[in-house]
């Protein structure tokens, strides 16, 4: 059995009744009202709580709610970027706001990670390594099925033309150049 946890130093708000705590929410985020009177208004409905405790959990609301607005924004501006570049490959897009998500997680909770068994983060990390490999797997298989079919394609066009020797050397050409540009298109 593991050692038993602190109790967290707000953990007095988490004990008030849902529709309480969501009213204290409202008073800290939309009416902007003092602790003071928050204070004043839970002591009313019976509730004893320390200055301290709210303080300690209005700063998480309102970390929690920064958080959210800069997150929605970040997905805003990555929509629209997506939006106007449709050529852009959204899995590798979603992959790197994974990565990012997590790595802010992991910055910004230290209390959570904390306490998140070294298994859970372990399985977080492999799942985003698995999913980087299957996109260049991916891309590695786009990339061979490409060079097949131009392969075929060129056996194909050169067994018609190779009564005409002149027409052979150009067709050759143009389907060396083409195969250069779809390789080097796939790689970026």
């Known amino acids: 059995m593991g050692k038993p946890r602190k109790p967290r130093s707000d953990a007095k708000m988490y004990q008030l009744p849902k529709a309480v705590l969501d009213e204290v929410n409202e008073c800290i985020m939309i009416y902007n009202m003092s602790y003071s009177d928050i204070i004043a208004w839970l002591a009313g409905q019976g509730y004893k709580i320390s200055r301290s ?16 607005a800069d997150d929605l924004e970040k997905t805003k501006h990555i929509i629209d970027v997506i939006g106007r570049n449709p050529d852009l490959d959204t899995t590798q897009a979603a992959s790197a706001i994974l990565k990012s998500g997590l790595l802010q ?55 018609q033309v190779r009564q005409y020797p002149d027409l052979t050397s150009q067709l050759k050409d143009v389907l060396n150049q083409a195969r250069t540009r779809i390789v080097s298109s796939e790689l970026e």
Do not use: C, H, W
């Not at 230290?110 to 797997?137: H, S, T, Y």
């Open 105 to 159: 997680k992991i910055s910004s909770a230290e209390e959570e990670f904390n306490d998140m068994p070294i298994e859970k983060a372990g399985r977080l990390f492999v799942q985003l390594v698995k999913a980087d490999a299957d996109r260049k797997r991916t891309d590695y298989i786009t990339k061979r099925k490409a060079e097949l079919a131009l392969d075929q394609m060129e056996a194909d066009l050169l067994a």
């Open 53 to 68: 405790s709210l303080s300690r959990y209005a700063f998480k609301v309102v970390e929690s709610a920064q958080r959210i």
